[in-house]
Protein backbone atom coordinates (compact mmCIF):
# COMPACT_ATOMS: atom_id res chain seq x y z
CA UNK A 1 0.00 0.00 0.00
CA UNK A 2 1.62 3.21 -0.62
CA UNK A 3 1.66 5.92 1.87
CA UNK A 4 0.01 8.96 1.64
CA UNK A 5 0.89 12.60 0.50
CA UNK A 6 2.53 14.09 3.67
CA UNK A 7 3.75 17.61 3.30
CA UNK A 8 6.64 19.92 2.40
CA UNK A 9 8.52 19.13 5.63
CA UNK A 10 12.68 19.02 5.12
CA UNK A 11 13.64 15.68 5.70
CA UNK A 12 17.22 15.16 6.21
CA UNK A 13 17.55 11.21 5.37
CA UNK A 14 20.75 10.60 4.94
CA UNK A 15 22.29 8.03 2.10
CA UNK A 16 22.38 5.45 4.55
CA UNK A 17 19.39 4.41 5.43
CA UNK A 18 16.25 1.24 5.50
CA UNK A 19 12.38 0.60 6.23
CA UNK A 20 11.57 -0.37 9.59
CA UNK A 21 9.34 -3.06 10.31
CA UNK A 22 5.34 -2.73 11.49
CA UNK A 23 5.32 -1.63 15.05
CA UNK A 24 3.57 -4.07 17.41
CA UNK A 25 0.13 -1.70 17.81
CA UNK A 26 -0.32 -2.06 14.27
CA UNK A 27 -1.84 -5.49 14.47
CA UNK A 28 -4.18 -4.25 17.72
CA UNK A 29 -7.64 -3.33 17.59
CA UNK A 30 -7.91 0.40 16.84
CA UNK A 31 -11.99 0.74 17.70
CA UNK A 32 -10.15 1.79 21.60
CA UNK A 33 -9.23 5.37 19.14
CA UNK A 34 -12.82 5.95 18.63
CA UNK A 35 -14.05 5.93 22.66
CA UNK A 36 -12.27 8.98 25.00
CA UNK A 37 -13.25 7.00 27.93
CA UNK A 38 -11.39 4.40 27.25
CA UNK A 39 -8.47 6.29 26.33
CA UNK A 40 -8.32 7.53 29.33
CA UNK A 41 -8.75 5.22 31.28
CA UNK A 42 -5.45 3.16 29.46
CA UNK A 43 -3.75 6.15 29.71
CA UNK A 44 -4.33 6.85 33.24
CA UNK A 45 -2.88 2.73 33.72
CA UNK A 46 -0.32 3.57 31.66
CA UNK A 47 1.10 6.33 33.38
CA UNK A 48 0.54 4.84 36.95
CA UNK A 49 2.23 1.63 36.11
CA UNK A 50 6.23 1.47 36.23
CA UNK A 51 7.40 3.03 32.33
CA UNK A 52 10.70 1.23 31.59
CA UNK A 53 13.77 2.99 31.85
CA UNK A 54 14.74 4.92 28.69
CA UNK A 55 18.40 3.31 27.84
CA UNK A 56 19.31 6.06 25.52
CA UNK A 57 19.10 8.81 28.34
CA UNK A 58 22.31 8.56 30.32
CA UNK A 59 22.08 10.33 33.51
CA UNK A 60 25.22 11.83 32.89
CA UNK A 61 23.97 13.54 29.48
CA UNK A 62 20.32 14.69 30.79
CA UNK A 63 22.43 16.28 33.81
CA UNK A 64 23.58 18.54 30.77
CA UNK A 65 21.03 18.39 28.95
CA UNK A 66 18.36 21.52 28.19
CA UNK A 67 15.19 20.15 30.09
CA UNK A 68 12.21 20.96 28.01
CA UNK A 69 8.03 20.04 28.32
CA UNK A 70 4.93 19.84 25.83
CA UNK A 71 1.82 19.49 26.23
CA UNK A 72 -0.18 16.78 24.41
CA UNK A 73 -3.91 17.68 24.43
CA UNK A 74 -6.47 15.11 23.38
CA UNK A 75 -9.90 16.46 22.74
CA UNK A 76 -13.15 14.98 20.99
CA UNK A 77 -14.06 16.46 17.63
CA UNK A 78 -16.79 15.99 14.71
CA UNK A 79 -13.75 13.15 13.79
CA UNK A 80 -13.55 11.40 17.22
CA UNK A 81 -11.15 11.86 19.86
CA UNK A 82 -8.25 13.81 18.37
CA UNK A 83 -4.78 15.10 19.22
CA UNK A 84 -3.44 18.77 18.81
CA UNK A 85 -0.49 19.88 17.25
CA UNK A 86 0.92 22.34 15.42
CA UNK A 87 2.98 23.19 12.65
CA UNK A 88 6.24 25.93 13.62
CA UNK A 89 6.60 28.41 11.58
CA UNK A 90 8.85 28.88 9.27
CA UNK A 91 10.95 32.00 9.90
CA UNK A 92 12.15 30.07 13.18
CA UNK A 93 15.43 29.40 13.82
CA UNK A 94 15.35 25.42 14.89
CA UNK A 95 12.64 23.04 13.63
CA UNK A 96 11.03 25.46 11.30
CA UNK A 97 7.84 24.12 9.61
CA UNK A 98 8.11 20.77 11.83
CA UNK A 99 4.83 19.17 13.39
CA UNK A 100 4.92 19.44 16.82
CA UNK A 101 3.28 19.46 20.53
CA UNK A 102 3.13 22.72 21.95
CA UNK A 103 6.17 23.33 24.48
CA UNK A 104 9.12 24.76 24.89
CA UNK A 105 12.36 25.07 27.12
CA UNK A 106 11.26 25.00 31.08
CA UNK A 107 12.15 27.93 33.24
CA UNK A 108 14.06 27.71 36.27
CA UNK A 109 12.16 26.46 39.33
CA UNK A 110 9.34 25.21 36.77
CA UNK A 111 7.71 21.54 36.69
CA UNK A 112 7.20 19.38 33.51
CA UNK A 113 3.52 20.58 33.89
CA UNK A 114 3.70 24.08 34.44
CA UNK A 115 5.94 24.36 31.60
CA UNK A 116 3.88 22.28 29.04
CA UNK A 117 0.75 24.44 30.51
CA UNK A 118 2.16 27.79 29.99
CA UNK A 119 3.65 27.09 26.13
CA UNK A 120 -0.13 25.56 25.57
CA UNK A 121 -1.34 28.70 26.67
CA UNK A 122 1.15 30.91 24.73
CA UNK A 123 0.90 29.14 21.59
CA UNK A 124 -1.73 28.77 20.72
CA UNK A 125 -4.12 30.09 24.02
CA UNK A 126 -5.16 26.97 25.26
CA UNK A 127 -7.00 27.70 28.27
CA UNK A 128 -5.67 26.72 31.60
CA UNK A 129 -9.11 25.51 32.99
CA UNK A 130 -10.60 23.23 30.22
CA UNK A 131 -7.15 20.81 30.64
CA UNK A 132 -7.39 17.64 32.84
CA UNK A 133 -3.65 16.33 33.08
CA UNK A 134 -3.34 12.57 32.87
CA UNK A 135 0.44 11.98 33.81
CA UNK A 136 3.72 12.38 31.67
CA UNK A 137 4.47 9.67 28.94
CA UNK A 138 8.73 8.43 28.97
CA UNK A 139 10.75 11.38 28.53
CA UNK A 140 12.82 11.75 24.97
CA UNK A 141 15.90 12.86 24.12
CA UNK A 142 16.61 15.03 20.78
CA UNK A 143 20.54 15.38 20.46
CA UNK A 144 20.97 17.78 18.06
CA UNK A 145 18.95 20.55 20.17
CA UNK A 146 20.29 19.03 23.04
CA UNK A 147 16.98 18.46 24.90
CA UNK A 148 15.64 16.35 27.60
CA UNK A 149 11.84 16.27 27.14
CA UNK A 150 8.95 15.57 29.14
CA UNK A 151 5.90 14.82 27.18
CA UNK A 152 2.46 15.65 29.35
CA UNK A 153 -0.21 14.03 28.57
CA UNK A 154 -4.11 15.54 29.15
CA UNK A 155 -7.68 16.22 27.91
CA UNK A 156 -9.09 19.17 26.77
CA UNK A 157 -12.60 19.86 27.64
CA UNK A 158 -14.91 20.49 24.84
CA UNK A 159 -13.39 22.28 21.47
CA UNK A 160 -11.57 25.68 23.30
CA UNK A 161 -11.31 28.90 20.52
CA UNK A 162 -7.73 28.55 19.56
CA UNK A 163 -5.98 30.99 18.84
CA UNK A 164 -1.62 30.76 16.85
CA UNK A 165 1.00 33.04 18.04
CA UNK A 166 2.26 33.81 15.11
CA UNK A 167 5.74 34.48 16.25
CA UNK A 168 6.09 30.48 16.77
CA UNK A 169 2.58 29.08 15.46
CA UNK A 170 1.94 29.01 11.60
CA UNK A 171 -1.00 26.58 11.48
CA UNK A 172 -2.97 24.64 14.39
CA UNK A 173 -4.02 20.98 13.94
CA UNK A 174 -6.44 18.59 14.91
CA UNK A 175 -5.89 15.11 14.02
CA UNK A 176 -8.33 12.17 14.60
CA UNK A 177 -6.33 9.44 16.49
CA UNK A 178 -8.16 6.96 14.26
CA UNK A 179 -6.78 8.75 10.92
CA UNK A 180 -2.68 8.22 12.82
CA UNK A 181 -3.19 4.56 12.81
CA UNK A 182 -4.18 4.10 9.09
CA UNK A 183 -2.09 1.93 7.48
CA UNK A 184 -1.14 4.20 4.54
CA UNK A 185 -0.30 6.53 7.35
CA UNK A 186 2.76 5.52 9.60
CA UNK A 187 6.17 3.86 8.76
CA UNK A 188 9.32 4.24 10.08
CA UNK A 189 12.99 4.37 8.96
CA UNK A 190 16.51 3.28 10.13
CA UNK A 191 19.07 6.38 9.79
CA UNK A 192 22.68 5.62 10.31
CA UNK A 193 24.64 8.09 11.91
CA UNK A 194 27.30 9.22 13.48
CA UNK A 195 25.84 7.78 17.09
CA UNK A 196 24.62 4.95 15.41
CA UNK A 197 21.37 3.37 13.75
CA UNK A 198 18.57 5.15 14.73
CA UNK A 199 14.77 4.48 14.38
CA UNK A 200 12.78 7.51 13.02
CA UNK A 201 8.95 7.52 12.92
CA UNK A 202 6.94 8.91 10.52
CA UNK A 203 2.94 9.66 10.34
CA UNK A 204 1.84 10.77 6.54
CA UNK A 205 -0.89 13.07 6.24
CA UNK A 206 -2.66 14.60 3.35
CA UNK A 207 -0.78 17.76 3.75
CA UNK A 208 1.62 17.19 6.51
CA UNK A 209 4.88 15.00 7.43
CA UNK A 210 4.87 14.40 11.47
CA UNK A 211 8.42 12.94 12.46
CA UNK A 212 11.09 13.74 14.06
CA UNK A 213 10.41 14.03 18.00
CA UNK A 214 7.02 14.57 17.63
CA UNK A 215 7.17 11.16 15.70
CA UNK A 216 8.37 9.32 18.66
CA UNK A 217 5.80 10.61 20.94
CA UNK A 218 2.81 10.07 18.70
CA UNK A 219 4.26 6.22 18.35
CA UNK A 220 4.43 6.15 22.08
CA UNK A 221 1.17 7.95 22.73
CA UNK A 222 -1.08 5.56 19.97
CA UNK A 223 1.58 2.18 21.89
CA UNK A 224 -0.19 3.36 25.44
CA UNK A 225 -3.80 3.77 24.40
CA UNK A 226 -3.93 0.50 21.66
CA UNK A 227 -2.25 -1.59 25.05
CA UNK A 228 -5.44 -3.05 26.43
Do not use: C
Not at 96 to 112: A, H, L, V
Not at 122 to 135: F, R, S, W
Request: charged share 25%; net charge negative; glycine share 6%.
Amino acid sequence: MSQRRGGNQNIPRPDNWRLGDSPEWMNRDFSVLNDIEEISRRLHLHVASDLPVNLDLKQEWVASSRPSAVLMPLLVTNDGPSVLLTRRADHLRSHKGEISFPGGRMEPDETPLQTALREAHEEVALPHDVVTIIGTLEPIATFVSNSHITPVVALVDGEPELRADPGEVARIMTVPLHNLARQDTYRNEWWSTDRGDINIHFFELDDETVWGATGRLLHQLIDAITTP
